[in-house]
T-cell receptor, first 113, second 113 residues
Framework: DAMVIQNPRYQVTQFGKPVTLSCSQTLNHNVMYWYQQKSSQAPKLLFHYYDKDFNNEADTPDNFQSRRPNTSFCFLDIRSPGLGDTAMYLC????????????FGPGTRLTVT | DQQVKQNSPSLSVQEGRISILNCDYTNSMFDYFLWYKKYPAEGPTFLISISSIKDKNEDGRFTVFLNKSAKHLSLHIVPSQPGDSAVYFCAAGPSGGYNKLIFGAGTRLAVHP
């Protein structure tokens, strides 16, 4: 089955220790997104890639970076995690061909201690 | 500034009855609206959508209604089943911006026997 996969599912890191979250997709979609979702809040878009073009949201902290080495993979790097970065991180894809539907992975629950 | 609001954090419905989940938005430039369903430990899954040129879209037990003048949409589930128990997110896409969705904070639906 075509899908969006995120690894790891759970990650605990220490304050200030860099962490990388991974997302891969078998849908061959052009667009990949990273969202941050805190408890009982709406998913908040951090950035997205349309093919190799990176699009950052204006209010995404500089502490958050992303890489997309190929169509299938996208990474979220948090350079110096703070306690406020504890959240669920969701990766999603869409085909970018005028369709709004996005397809989500199961998420990575990150805890910063 | 929340552009998409789901004012009811939770809803409890008896099996077999109708569930009505509501969503309000503030931006008249939104062109497309979607509902997602999320089970614990899973990512959101696309459920149903509606374009701003329509006022109703139906898919089996699920119907979405759009009232543009009131900037309001609702999801009706008839009849409700225990397996419908999940968090439901409303999302909106701006005109010409099919790469972006703005999400509400979600409504937790509990369908009890």
């Amino acid at each position: 089955d075509a899908m969006v996969i995120q690894n790891p599912r759970y990650q605990v890191t220490q304050f200030g220790k860099p962490v990388t979250l991974s997302c891969s997709q078998t849908l061959n979609h052009n667009v990949m997104y990273w969202y941050q979702q805190k408890s009982s809040q709406a998913p908040k878009l951090l950035f997205h890639y349309y093919d190799k073009d990176f699009n950052n949201e204006a209010d995404t902290p500089d502490n958050f970076q992303s890489r997309r080495p190929n169509t299938s993979f996208c990474f979220l790097d948090i350079r110096s995690p703070g306690l406020g970065d504890t959240a669920m991180y969701l990766c999603a894809t869409s085909n970018g061909q005028g369709r709004y539907e996005q397809y989500f992975g199961p998420g990575t629950r990150l805890t910063v201690t | 500034d929340q552009q998409v609001k789901q004012n009811s954090p939770s809803l409890s419905v008896q099996e077999g009855r109708i569930s009505i989940l509501n969503c309000d938005y503030t931006n008249s430039m939104f062109d497309y609206f979607l509902w997602y369903k999320k089970y614990p430990a899973e990512g959101p899954t696309f459920l149903i959508s509606i374009s701003s040129i329509k006022d109703k879209n139906e898919d089996g037990r699920f119907t979405v209604f759009l009232n543009k003048s009131a900037k309001h949409l609702s999801l009706h589930i008839v009849p409700s089943q225990p397996g419908d128990s999940a968090v439901y997110f409303c999302a909106a896409g701006p005109s010409g911006g099919y790469n972006k969705l703005i999400f509400g904070a979600g409504t937790r639906l509990a369908v009890h026997p």
